[in-house]
């Protein structure tokens, strides 16, 4: 059950090119023999999921690139407007993935199955299709909690109470988050998330540190922790539990096809199989336990139930991340 399904707002001009729309030519894409990828997966998740659309896809090799999502739209833009239109296939953070949008570096290409997919995580003009999503989870240490007798938090506002007080952490990249606060709530999620900062919470830079120092015990709990994270460390018997809060937080990855691909048959079969059920179905179980959004593909309960109340949350156009940003620094104390 959704709460309010999120929306890229998209400012240039939208024009249907059939070309680009119509399926790809496998002949083709064999002629063309390749297909460049740039993304902000992990190294050996993307490792992993080109290997088995090679295997699936013989005649067609998957050269990738890992980006850092703040490195991302810098490295296609500036290809882009030198002349060179290197990559095929872009798949990145949603804040990023709409930056590039809104530079016109995508084609608009609509998968196929797209009716299979969660409202509002296929693009309506056909720039990108969600890859998949994170949700945002409380964690905490149980090792930790007992030895200072606190009970595992069930909701954020406990994270402002006092006897939180300096004793969780706080990735203090995590905008998604904040902004997850205010839609929630637009009357008293800034307030809530100011009061939560004004805790003493430990600091951490990026969500991997955050559930490393957590499983450490450098903290006790967190409010900002990956759902796929939290639960691939519980289960490889690290000092790591977790719990869904109501409603959760889903963060969109998405992909797309980029504007002049070289290899456009290749890209786009790449693209329906990554997105297919088969491709998210082999992304969940092998290629770094992330959330799909095809409802006909059965997640992890304990990361994402469709069932539970959820937010997606929105994506802003450049100008409104960059106020959200400096008002989240802000609110932690952060040099701008």
């Known amino acids: 059950m959704s709460l309010r399904f999120g929306l890229f707002r998209v400012a240039i001009a939208f024009c249907i090119i059939p070309a680009l729309l119509a399926a790809a030519d496998p002949g083709a894409a064999k002629k063309e023999g390749a297909v460049v990828w740039y993304s902000t997966m992990e190294t050996k998740d993307i490792n992993v999921t080109a290997n088995e659309f090679m295997r699936t896809h013989p ?7 890992r980006l850092g999502s703040s490195q991302l739209p810098a490295r296609v833009i500036t290809e882009q407007r030198g002349g060179k239109f290197n990559v095929d296939v872009v798949s990145g953070d949603f804040l990023q993935v709409n930056q590039l949008v809104q530079a016109g570096a995508f084609d608009s290409y609509r998968i196929t199955g797209s009716d299979k997919f969660i409202k509002g995580t296929v693009d309506p003009k056909g ?12 964690a905490w240490n149980p ?7 606190l009970k595992p938090p069930t909701s954020y506002a406990d994270f402002a109470k006092p006897e939180w007080k300096g004793k969780f952490g ?40 955050t559930i490393t120092s957590l499983e450490t015990g450098e903290f006790d ?44 048959n290749a890209a786009r079969i790449f693209i329906d199989w990554i997105t297919s ?21 059965d997640n992890n309960s304990a990361v994402f139930d469709p069932k539970h109340p959820f937010i997606l949350i929105d994506a802003p156009d450049p100008a409104q991340y960059n106020a959200l940003e400096e008002q989240f620094r802000t609110l932690l104390g952060l040099p701008g």
């Open 59 to 65: 005649g067609i090799t998957v050269q990738f690139l």
């Open 170 to 209: 706080f990735d203090i990249g995590a905008v998604n988050w904040y902004m997850g606060m205010l839609q929630q709530n637009k009357s008293g999620g800034a307030d809530l998330a100011k009061r939560i900062a004004d805790n003493a919470p430990v600091k951490t830079t990026g969500h991997t540190q």
């Open 221 to 264: 709990a967190t409010p900002t922790a990956y759902g796929y994270m939290a639960f691939q460390e519980k289960h490889a018997g690290k000092a790591v539990d977790f719990t869904n809060p109501t409603p959760v937080f889903l963060t969109l990855t998405p992909i797309a096809l980029a504007k002049n691909a070289p290899h456009p």
């Open 143 to 149: 090792q930790r909690l007992a030895a200072d007798h």
């Open 127 to 138: 720039y990108w299709t969600n890859l998949y999503q994170n949700t945002t989870v409380i």
């Open 277 to 297: 059920r088969d491709g998210q179905t082999f992304l969940i179980k092998h290629g770094g336990g992330q959330v799909s959004s095809r409802t006909d593909v």
